[in-house]
């Protein structure tokens, strides 16, 4: 008998077969392949194949061309990655960011994060804020449609990255993203990215007193998280919210920023 410790646990085979094709999309030349592809570089046969890349496709991870058939990853493969990594950057720096944003504007602020189909919070100021007017937690959800932060997340993301991710939206049921619905989102998010920043204005059913302003956090070309500063409608027109807190927002934003580039990140 040998030293290694044997698991009483039967390997899911199941499991391992789907790593697999994640592994050789993931290594496959232009980042798409077909099943034939899949089938030789992992030696599964193609009904293997074939199933498996449904149930990922359900699953959200990849997607299927309709124009030559072949499968690619989507952005939501990235969350698998990215947990750790992004806990350590929030604890280090975000934090303490927004803390110093909380000294200048008094309102609170969130910093969140894409997870799935919705944007969660993963640092807040409320709980500090003499202006809060609710208690939002870290791992709240907010709409990536209506809210500042998920507007902004949309708005600065690769272009291919934002269709995914608005084609998903609109899959769901009861979406307003379709037909003339979808065309003036897509206005409204080219409107952020010229201005700059998101915003929501009334526009949140969950929160409709709510007035809003958002800034994505860059790195390497994609968005990493987005930074909002959250007030009340009947306090400040958005026009005064631009005036006074877009300087502040941004300049938290770029502090992160500068942190994620830095050769110790």
């Known amino acids: 008998m040998g030293s290694k410790t044997e698991s009483p646990y039967k390997t899911v085979q199941g499991l391992s077969r789907g790593l697999a094709v994640l592994r050789a999309l993931n290594q496959a030349e232009g980042g798409w392949a077909t099943i034939r592809e899949l089938s030789e570089a992992t030696g599964l046969h193609r009904t293997t194949i074939r199933r498996l890349l449904e149930t990922l496709q359900d699953e959200g991870l990849l997607r299927r061309s309709n ?40 309102w609170p602020s969130d910093l969140a994060t894409l997870d799935g189909l919705d944007m969660c919070v993963r640092e807040t100021t409320h709980r500090f804020s003499p202006l809060s007017f609710n208690s939002v937690t870290v791992r709240r959800r907010m709409s990536l449609t209506q809210t500042s932060v998920g507007r902004a997340y949309l708005a600065f993301c690769p272009d291919d990255e934002r269709e995914e991710l608005i084609d998903r939206l609109a899959a769901q049921p009861g979406s307003r993203l379709v037909g003339r619905g ?27 007193r709510i007035l809003a302003l958002a800034v994505p956090v860059l790195h390497g070309g994609r ?26 927002l941004r300049s938290a934003a770029s502090k992160i920023e500068d942190y994620l580039s830095s050769p110790r990140v």
């Open 67 to 106: 124009s030559d058939d072949s499968y690619r990853l989507t952005p939501e493969v990235r969350n698998l990655s990215e947990g750790y990594r992004e806990e350590e950057w929030i604890s280090q720096v975000a934090s303490n960011v927004l803390g110093e944003l909380l000294l200048k504007v008094v």
């Open 182 to 208: 979808r065309d003036a989102f897509r206005s409204l998010l080219n409107q952020h990215r010229q201005a700059g920043h998101a915003h929501n204005n009334g526009e949140w059913e969950q929160e409709p």
């Open 223 to 248: 968005v990493a998280g987005c930074i909002n500063i959250v007030m009340l409608r009947s306090a400040l027109t958005l026009a005064d919210a631009r005036k006074k807190f877009l300087v502040p």
